[in-house]
């Protein structure tokens, strides 16, 4: 599995990025994707995800705010963020997993699930 993210960058406060995130070699459809991030001294944590159904779950941090979404050949998986703030700056990643979890469950799991599949990173840094 090999996931590849793309459209990081430095944004003012207030501003927008849209991050991708390439995804090949998963055999089948039922997989289950999310942008999770990681700030300096702080955990790993959900940001967003996408099941196999289109199903979609966010963390209320960024509700309202961020979504994701994926192409109908579900090759790429994006995360529009709008509305961007100072506490948003973290590395981003992309994850994947094969068991076909629900958007719900994967959000709260997919960060210390050893079965996970990382891609290797995106900064966003959110600062006027």
């Known amino acids: 599995v090999q996931l590849v993210e793309s459209g990081g960058g430095l944004v003012q406060p207030g501003g927008s990025l849209r991050l991708s995130c390439a995804v090949s070699?998963?055999?089948?459809?039922?997989?289950?994707m999310g942008w999770f991030r990681q700030a300096p001294g702080k955990d790993r944590e959900g940001v967003a995800t996408?099941?196999?159904?289109?199903?979609?779950s966010y963390d209320d941090s960024v509700k309202g705010r961020f979504t994701i979404s994926k192409d109908n050949a579900k090759t790429t998986v994006y995360l529009q963020m709008n509305s961007l703030k100072p506490e948003d700056t973290a590395m981003y990643y992309c994850?994947?997993?094969?068991?076909?979890?629900?958007?719900?469950?994967?959000?709260?799991?997919?960060?210390?699930?050893?079965?996970?599949?990382w891609g290797q990173g995106t900064q966003v840094t959110v600062s006027s």
């Open positions: 994850a994947g997993e094969s068991l076909g979890m629900s958007a719900v469950r994967a959000l709260r799991v997919m960060a210390a699930w050893p079965y996970t599949d």
């Open positions: 070699g998963y055999t089948s459809w039922n997989y289950c």
């Open positions: 996408i099941d196999s159904a289109g199903r979609t």
